[in-house]
């Protein structure tokens, strides 16, 4: 999907130096009646009234309420998720920097807000920081938040689709679980293609039955919309009643698959969960 009537991006980025491409947000946005919308067919805005209900997934949690310049140890799992535990300060480099974002400790829907680790430093201080991709335009982007900011999970699902076969891989570390067909962006809404992260989790009614049973949002935003219905263009993997689009080219950009099968995603990857968009 494109999540068309998605909430304002949970960043926001510190006065006088607005980032380009992001989206105003700040903790008052969380307050709206918004919800996701988007790829290739009508929704209903539904107002998140209760938080959103995630799918359990198998993680690790590693313990964050030591000092900030407690050691991290990234290599006990296949990927690290890092959840907000507070209002997270992002900077351009360990120790300090630019403060290049700011993101409230939960999105309007209740869950916390996840980053995805790529790395670790101290900095002169000894205090520990981490690299991670953000939830925010433009795709990819990168920034420093300070370890004792987020709790950090081990995670061992991912994803990988492959635009060309129109498939996507479910992974538990390196074993490929499950292989499912799915339908991707069309010539002219094509689906990004990267390294991103499950960033948020919804179902009916949080969101409309239009996306079958399960939208998991991702770190993903389209290429060529900056707006769909009154959302930012942000990407997904949903579920989807015509199961004849599943093999095609047809969406806005999200990942479409058949119900049974988004419901596996949702029970096997976590908030922060890597998936892989390849041609």
Same mark, same amino acid.
């Given at each position: 999907?494109?999540?068309?009537?998605?909430?304002?991006?949970?960043? @926001?980025?510190?006065?006088?130096?607005?980032?380009?491409?992001?989206? =105003?947000?700040?903790?008052?946005?969380?307050?709206?009646?918004?919800?996701?919308?988007?790829?290739?067919?009508?929704?209903?805005?539904? $107002?998140? =009234?209760?938080? $959103?209900?995630?799918?359990?997934?198998?993680?690790?949690?590693?313990?964050?309420?030591?000092?900030?310049?407690?050691?991290?140890?990234?290599?006990?799992?296949? *990927?690290? *998720?890092?959840?907000?535990?507070?209002?997270?300060?992002?900077?351009?480099?360990?120790?300090? &920097?630019?403060?290049?974002?700011?993101?409230?400790?939960?999105?309007?829907?209740?869950?916390?807000?996840?980053? #995805?680790?790529?790395? $670790?430093? +101290?900095? /002169?201080?000894?205090? !520990?920081?981490?690299?991670?991709?953000?939830? +925010?335009?433009?795709?990819?982007?990168?920034?420093?938040?300070?370890?004792?900011?987020?709790?950090? !999970?081990?995670?061992?699902?991912?994803?990988?689709?492959?635009?060309?076969? @129109?498939? #996507?891989?479910?992974?538990?570390?390196? @074993?490929?679980?499950?292989?499912? +067909?799915?339908?991707?962006?069309?010539?002219?809404?094509?689906?990004?293609?990267?390294?991103?992260?499950?960033?948020?989790?919804?179902?009916?009614? /949080?969101?409309?039955?239009?996306?079958? =049973?399960?939208?998991? &949002?991702?770190? *993903?935003?389209?290429?060529?919309?900056?707006?769909?219905?009154?959302?930012?263009? /942000?990407?997904?993997?949903?579920?989807? *009643?015509? #199961?004849?689009?599943?093999?095609? $080219?047809?969406?806005?950009?999200?990942?479409?698959l058949d119900n049974q099968a988004v419901?596996?995603?949702?029970?096997?990857?976590? #908030?922060?969960?890597?998936?892989?968009?390849?041609?």
């Amino acid at each position: 999907m494109m999540l068309g009537m998605t909430p304002p991006n949970p960043a @926001r980025t510190p006065a006088p130096r607005p980032l380009r491409l992001a989206t =105003a947000a700040l903790p008052v946005a969380l307050a709206a009646v918004v919800a996701l919308a988007g790829c290739g067919g009508p929704s209903r805005p539904v $107002a998140p =009234a209760a938080p $959103a209900a995630s799918a359990p997934a198998a993680s690790s949690p590693v313990p964050s309420r030591g000092p900030a310049s407690a050691p991290v140890d990234l290599s006990g799992a296949p *990927a690290y *998720a890092a959840i907000a535990r507070t209002d997270v300060t992002v900077r351009s480099k360990p120790g300090g &920097g630019d403060i290049v974002a700011l993101f409230p400790r939960k999105n309007p829907w209740g869950s916390p807000v996840p980053f #995805l680790v790529r790395s $670790a430093s +101290r900095d /002169q201080s000894g205090h !520990t920081w981490l690299k991670v991709l953000l939830p +925010r335009k433009p795709n990819e982007s990168t920034g420093w938040v300070r370890r004792d900011q987020v709790t950090l !999970t081990g995670i061992s699902g991912r994803a990988e689709v492959d635009l060309s076969a @129109r498939t #996507l891989r479910l992974f538990k570390g390196d @074993r490929v679980e499950r292989v499912y +067909r799915v339908a991707v962006g069309k010539p002219s809404t094509p689906t990004p293609t990267g390294t991103f992260f499950v960033s948020l989790k919804l179902r009916p009614p /949080q969101i409309s039955t239009t996306y079958g =049973a399960w939208a998991l &949002g991702l770190s *993903a935003y389209s290429p060529v919309l900056n707006q769909f219905g009154t959302g930012d263009g /942000q990407i997904a993997l949903h579920g989807w *009643a015509n #199961l004849g689009d599943l093999g095609l $080219a047809v969406s806005h950009g999200c990942v479409r698959l058949d119900n049974q099968a988004v419901s596996t995603l949702a029970a096997e990857l976590p #908030l922060g969960a890597p998936v892989t968009i390849r041609a």
